[in-house]
C-alpha cells in the first residue's frame, strides 16, 4: 500500500515536470489538433467541440473571480444570459427583436456594452458584501433575471425565449465573411477561445493580476498596503462579466435561439463546478472542467437518466478529496 | 379595499412561510457560518414526504411531525458523517459547494422519485373552508398558518433566550471555540443545530405545500426568497429573519398582485436599497465574520 501511493506521487511529480519543461510544446500541439479538429470528426463530436469551447470560455471568465480575485459567485449565468438575449434582441428575426444585422463588428460592441453595464449595476451592489453574503446576492440577482425573463413575455418571449437568432457574419463594406456553417462556426468560436485564454493569462500575470491574487490571500492587508481593493475587486467583476456576456452570445448564435435555461441557477452552478473540479486560479483547469463537464452528461445519459445527480455527486467529491480540482493534482499551485 | 385586506392576509401567510425557513437558515449561519445551499431542498423534499404520508394514512398531522423528523434526521447524518470533515478549509467555500452539490442531488433525485409534475395537497379536513374575517371571506388554512407561525416565532424566541440550550447556542453565537472550551461538546451542537434547521425547512414545505402545491423548480424559487430575506434582514438574529420575511413576504405577494411581471424585481429594488444602507442587514449581527 504504501509503496503503490510513493509510486503514484513520483508518476505524478514526474508528469508535472515534464509538463513544465514542455508546456510550449504542448500548447502548440493542443493548437494544432484544435485546427484540423473539424475535418477528423463527426457532426455530432464537432458540436460537443463548440460547446465545450463555449462553455470553456464561460468557466474561465468565472476563474478570474472565484480563482483568482477570491469571488465565489453564484450567479455567472446572469451575464451569460444576459449576452445571449441582448445578441437576440440586436439580431433575431423574431417579431420581438429588433432584427438590426447580424454583423458582428456591431454586435459585439453592443453585447460587450450591454452586460459590461449591468456588471457594473450588479458590482457595484453586490461588492458592497464579501463571502456568504456576496454569494448568496449573486445568486439572487441571477436568479431574479432568470425570473424576468420567463414572466415579461412581451419582450423576453417567455419561457419559450427568442428565437431565429441567425449566425454571425464579419463585414465591412463589401469584405464579407459568413458563419453560418457549423464548422465555420468553430473557427469563430475557437478564436474567441484563444483571445480569452491569452487576454486573461496576460491578466492575471500582470500587475493588476497579481493584486487580485493579493486581495484573494488577504485583503486586509492589501488595503493596508494603500491598495483600493474595491476598485480593484469591480474592474476584475466588469470583465469577467463581459466575457461571459460573449460566450452567452456565443452559444445563442450557436443554438440558434436565447431561453431563459441561459440565465438559470443550473447554468451558474455548471461553470462553477467546472472551475471547482478542473482547478479554480489556473485558467488552463477550468477548460479540463469544462471538457469533461459537457461530455460526462453526454455518456452518462447512455446508462443513466440521473446526470444532474452525477454531476452534484462529482462536485462534492472534488470537493472533499481534492479541493485544487484536476489541475491541482497535477501541478503545484503558484 | 377588499383586495388590499386580502392581498395583506396573503403577503402574512407567506411571510410566516419566509420565516419558518429563514429561521432554520439564521439558526445554522449564526452556530456554524455555513449558507446551507441545499436548504431549499430540504423544503421541497418536506413537503413531498409530507404529501406521501398524506395519501398514505389520510392524516395530516402526522405527516406534520414525521415529514421534519425524517428530514431533520437526514440533515443530522449529513452533517455528522460529511459536513464536519470540511470545517475550516478555504473561509467556508467549501462548505457551501457542498451544499450546493447536495441541492444538485437533491433535486434529481426528488424529480426521479415524484415526477415533474405538479402535485397539489389539500388542507387538513379541520382546517378547510373559509370563514369571514374584517368584512372578506378567507381561508381558515391561511389564517391557521398565520397563527402558525408566529406560535413557532414564540416558540423559538423562548427556546433561545430562555432556557439552557438556548444559552450555548447564544454563547455559540459569540464564540464556539471558547463554549466547546468550557466542556460543552460543540460538535453536537452543530449536529444538533443541522438538524433543527433542516427540520424547520422540511416543517415549511410541510405547511406550504397546500398554498404553494409541489412541483420541482420549487427549491430554488424558496432557496432565492429566503436569501432574500436574509440579505435584508441580517444573518444570525431571530429578529432579522422575522423582520425581513414580512418585508419580502408582502413586497413579493403586493408586486405579484399590482406588477405581476416585476414582482421580483421590486424584491431586488429592495435587496438593493438594503445594501446600499446597510451592506450586512437591516438587524443582523453586526460586520462580516
Known amino acids: 500500500m504504501g509503496t503503490e501511493r510513493t509510486k503514484i506521487i513520483t508518476h505524478i511529480a ?229 466575457i461571459a456576456g460573449i460566450a452567452g452570445m456565443l452559444l445563442s448564435q450557436y443554438f440558434w435561439h436565447a431561453v431563459p435555461h441561459n440565465l438559470f441557477w443550473n447554468m451558474s452552478g455548471q461553470a462553477l463546478i467546472m472551475v471547482v473540479v478542473g482547478g479554480p486560479g489556473t485558467l488552463t483547469g477550468p477548460v479540463i472542467g469544462a471538457t469533461l463537464m459537457r461530455l460526462l452528461p453526454n455518456f452518462a445519459s447512455t446508462y443513466t437518466e440521473l446526470s444532474e445527480t452525477l454531476m452534484g455527486l462529482v462536485l462534492i467529491l472534488f470537493v472533499l478529496l481534492a479541493p485544487g480540482g484536476i489541475f491541482g493534482i497535477f501541478h503545484k499551485k503558484r | ?117 405538479v402535485i397539489t395537497v389539500a388542507a387538513p379536513p379541520q382546517l378547510q373552508g373559509q370563514v369571514p374575517f374584517l368584512g372578506i371571506q378567507f381561508p381558515v388554512y391561511r389564517l391557521a398558518v398565520i397563527t402558525f407561525g408566529l406560535t413557532i416565532g414564540a416558540i423559538l424566541w423562548i427556546g433561545i433566550e430562555r432556557t439552557r440550550i438556548g444559552m450555548i447556542l447564544r454563547a455559540g453565537v459569540s464564540d464556539a471555540k471558547l463554549l466547546s472550551g468550557f466542556g460543552v461538546n460543540i460538535q453536537l451542537v452543530f449536529s444538533g443545530v443541522f438538524a433543527m434547521g433542516t427540520a424547520l425547512a422540511a416543517l415549511a414545505g410541510v405547511i406550504g405545500a397546500p398554498i404553494h402545491s409541489l412541483y420541482p423548480g420549487l427549491d430554488f424559487e424558496i432557496l432565492i426568497l429566503t436569501l432574500a430575506v436574509v440579505v435584508v434582514g441580517g444573518l444570525g438574529t431571530l429578529k432579522g429573519a422575522f423582520l425581513g420575511s414580512l418585508l419580502i413576504g408582502m413586497a413579493d405577494t403586493f408586486g405579484k398582485t399590482f406588477l405581476p411581471e416585476f414582482a421580483l424585481f421590486l424584491i431586488f429594488a429592495v435587496m438593493a436599497s438594503v445594501l446600499i444602507l446597510r451592506p450586512s442587514g437591516l438587524w443582523g449581527l453586526r460586520g462580516q465574520r
Open chain 1, 14 to 242: 514526474t508528469a508535472r515536470s515534464w509538463l513544465a519543461a514542455n508546456s510550449r510544446w504542448v500548447l502548440i500541439l493542443t493548437l494544432i489538433l484544435a485546427l484540423i479538429f473539424p475535418f477528423s470528426v463527426k457532426t455530432y463530436i464537432l458540436s460537443l467541440g463548440i460547446e465545450v469551447l463555449i462553455f470553456a470560455i464561460f468557466a474561465m471568465s468565472l476563474d478570474l473571480l472565484l480563482g483568482y480575485t477570491g469571488l465565489p459567485s453564484l450567479g455567472h449565468a446572469a451575464f451569460f444570459g444576459l449576452g445571449a438575449y441582448i445578441l437576440a434582441y440586436v439580431s433575431s428575426n423574431s417579431e420581438l427583436a429588433l432584427g438590426l444585422t447580424d454583423n458582428l463588428l456591431i454586435t459585439l460592441p453592443i453585447v460587450i456594452l450591454g452586460t459590461a453595464l449591468s456588471a457594473v449595476i450588479l458590482g457595484f451592489l453586490a461588492l458592497r458584501t464579501s463571502g456568504v453574503f456576496f454569494l448568496m446576492i449573486t445568486l439572487a440577482f441571477a436568479q431574479m433575471l432568470f425570473s424576468i425573463a420567463i414572466r415579461w413575455s412581451s419582450v423576453t418571449g417567455g419561457s419559450d425565449g427568442m428565437t431565429g437568432v441567425p449566425r454571425p457574419t464579419l463585414g465591412i463594406g463589401t469584405w464579407h465573411l459568413s458563419f453560418t456553417d457549423r464548422a465555420d462556426f468553430y473557427y469563430l468560436v475557437l478564436a474567441f477561445f484563444c483571445i480569452t485564454w491569452f487576454l486573461l493569462r496576460y491578466i492575471v500575470r500582470s500587475p493588476f493580476g497579481l493584486a487580485l491574487r493579493g486581495i484573494h490571500a488577504n485583503e486586509q492587508r492589501m488595503r493596508g498596503l494603500g491598495y483600493n481593493t474595491f476598485r480593484y475587486k469591480f474592474t476584475a467583476f466588469i470583465v469577467s462579466g463581459v
Open chain 2, 1 to 117: 379595499m377588499e383586495t388590499l385586506v386580502i392581498q395583506t392576509l396573503n403577503g402574512l401567510v407567506f411571510s410566516m412561510l419566509l420565516f419558518v425557513m429563514a429561521a432554520g437558515l439564521s439558526l445554522i449561519f449564526g452556530q456554524m457560518d455555513v449558507i446551507n445551499l441545499a436548504h431549499g431542498s430540504f423544503y421541497l423534499l418536506g413537503g413531498y414526504i409530507g404529501f406521501t404520508m398524506i395519501r398514505q394514512y389520510e392524516n395530516y398531522w402526522l405527516a406534520l411531525i414525521i415529514a421534519p423528523v425524517i428530514v431533520g434526521t437526514i440533515g443530522f447524518i449529513i452533517e455528522y458523517a460529511i459536513l464536519r470533515r470540511i470545517y475550516g478549509r478555504h473561509h467556508h467555500l467549501n462548505q457551501v459547494l457542498f451544499t450546493f452539490g447536495l441541492a444538485l442531488v437533491a433535486a434529481d433525485l426528488i424529480r426521479w422519485n415524484w415526477g415533474s409534475y
